[in-house]
Each structure stands twice: as structure tokens, then as C-alpha cells.
């Protein structure tokens, strides 16, 4: 006797998990899935580059216009805003935040030492220990680069194995250290010669612009690092495999053969 045949209701009730399973598999995203910030994002996304030289603009104005007090608060002022700005508009606050420090600070120093360069001598110092530290990871063969770059994203510590990747985090390391150096050598030399709108003009120059392209020898060492890495893992598992069929072979344990 034939089996009955199954009806379409029996068919259209099997269950569906599998098809789930393999589309999961295959690697579809998931809706609730963010992609990962750039670098650009990190730093405050166009906004921040922008945010970033208001307070300096307006401390320049308003103290050629209306004196050092006046200029002193309406930097502080600006900044305060620029945050309470980004709270409204739910924008990453750590850019803001820092920032807001910075200012601070610098406007304390003015108001301390009575005299409207003194606004921008705290970044000056600030360069020149950024850069040492920078130089002194690499001395010590711990590049900052690939220490922070890595320690982010959360990739371990293989890049400091690998004699080539590290080296590729010197550089990048290195090229870090030379934008602080450009700033404190240029910004101190305006500080000494009293230009003090020149010295916020090289401010916002030789900020978030010379910084970005120090971040591009950053992305080039990533990358470099990420494809010897990958290489490398390669070669050992092909390294591992022959290994395993060269055992087999010698105790006469050949592999396994699918049914």
C-alpha cells in the first residue's frame, strides 16, 4: 500500500526554525545592529571641528572689542552653551566636555596672569608633554597608537607581538608626536613675540586639520597591522593543518572520509 500523500496544511505547519537559523548564519543584520563610529565620529563628527574654535574666535573678539574680563567670559560662556547645545541635541559629549575643561583653564590662566596670551599657554605646555609621552611610548617599544587604537576596539595585544606591526604603530606613533611638536614650537615662538591673534589663528590651524592628518598614518598603520595579522593567522593554520596530515600519515591514522 503507497503512503498517503500529506496534505498542504501538513506541509505549510512544518517548522520554519531552520530557515531562521541559515539567514542568521549567513550573516544578516540585525535591526537593533549600530555600526561602528568612525574616526571622525569619535572625534565629534563635523560639528566638533567646529564647535572647537567658537571659544577661541570669540575670546579673541571680545577681548579686542571690549577687553580681557569680557573675553575671558565670553569663552567660558560659549563653551558652557556649545554643551548644553550638545545635551539638547543628544551629540557625543565627551568632545564637548573636554572642551569645555580646556577653556576653562585656559581662561583662568588669563585671568591669573592678566594678560589675553596667557589664554592660550596651557595648550602650549599641553603639546610639549603630549608629544614626550608619544616619544617615550615608543622608546619603551609600546607605541601609543597601537596601544590606544587597539585597547578601543577592544583587538588584544597580537599587533605587539609582530615585530612589522609594531612598527608600523611607531610610525604612526611618532607622526602623532610631531603634530605636538609643530604646536608647541610655532605656538610658543607667536606667544613670545606677543601675536596673540596669530597664536589663535595657529590654534585652530594646527588643531582638529593637523590632527586629522596624523590620524591618516594612524589608519594606514591599522591597516597595515590588520592584514600581516591576518596573514599571518592564515599561514598558521595552514601550517597546523599540514602538521595534522603529516601525523596521520606517520602512525597510519589516515583521515576520516565522509559517508
Known amino acids: 500500500m503507497s503512503e498517503p500523500a500529506r496534505t498542504g496544511e501538513e506541509t505549510d505547519n512544518r517548522p520554519a526554525e531552520p530557515e531562521r537559523d541559515e539567514a542568521e ?16 565620529e569619535q572625534m565629534g563628527g563635523v560639528s566638533g571641528l567646529i564647535y572647537s574654535s567658537v571659544p577661541v574666535v570669540v575670546f579673541v573678539l571680545a577681548n579686542a572689542f571690549f577687553g580681557l574680563q569680557v573675553g575671558i567670559w565670553s569663552a567660558v560662556g560659549s563653551a558652557i552653551a556649545i554643551t548644553v547645545l550638545r545635551v539638547v541635541r543628544k551629540e557625543p559629549l565627551q568632545p564637548a566636555i573636554s572642551g569645555f575643561f580646556g577653556v576653562a583653564i585656559a581662561a583662568f590662566i588669563a585671568y591669573r596672569t592678566g594678560s589675553a596670551k596667557g589664554f592660550f599657554l596651557f595648550g602650549i605646555w599641553a603639546s610639549l608633554v603630549y608629544c614626550g609621552i608619544f616619544v617615550v611610548s615608543v622608546l619603551v617599544r609600546w607605541p ?23 612598527f608600523g604603530y611607531d610610525i604612526a606613533t611618532l607622526a602623532m608626536a610631531a603634530v605636538f611638536a609643530a604646536r608647541f614650537v610655532v605656538q610658543r615662538w607667536l606667544y613670545n613675540e606677543d601675536y596673540t591673534g596669530w597664536l589663535a589663528f595657529a590654534k585652530i590651524a594646527m588643531g582638529y586639520p593637523l590632527y586629522g592628518l596624523a590620524l591618516l598614518v594612524v589608519v ?25 596530515a603529516q601525523l596521520r600519515v606517520k602512525y597510519g ?3 576520516a572520509q565522509e559517508a
Open 220 to 244: 594606514w598603520a591599522v591597516r597595515r597591522s590588520d592584514k600581516r595579522l591576518k596573514a599571518l593567522a592564515e599561514a598558521r593554520e595552514t601550517e597546523e593543518a599540514d602538521i595534522e
Open 253 to 255: 591514522r589516515p583521515p
Open 144 to 166: 601609543l597608537a597601537g596601544v590606544i587604537w587597539n585597547f578601543l576596539n577592544g583587538t588584544g595585544t597580537a599587533w605587539h607581538k609582530d615585530k612589522q606591526s609594531r
Open 25 to 40: 548564519a549567513a550573516g544578516e543584520a540585525k535591526p537593533d545592529e549600530k555600526p561602528e563610529p568612525t574616526l571622525l
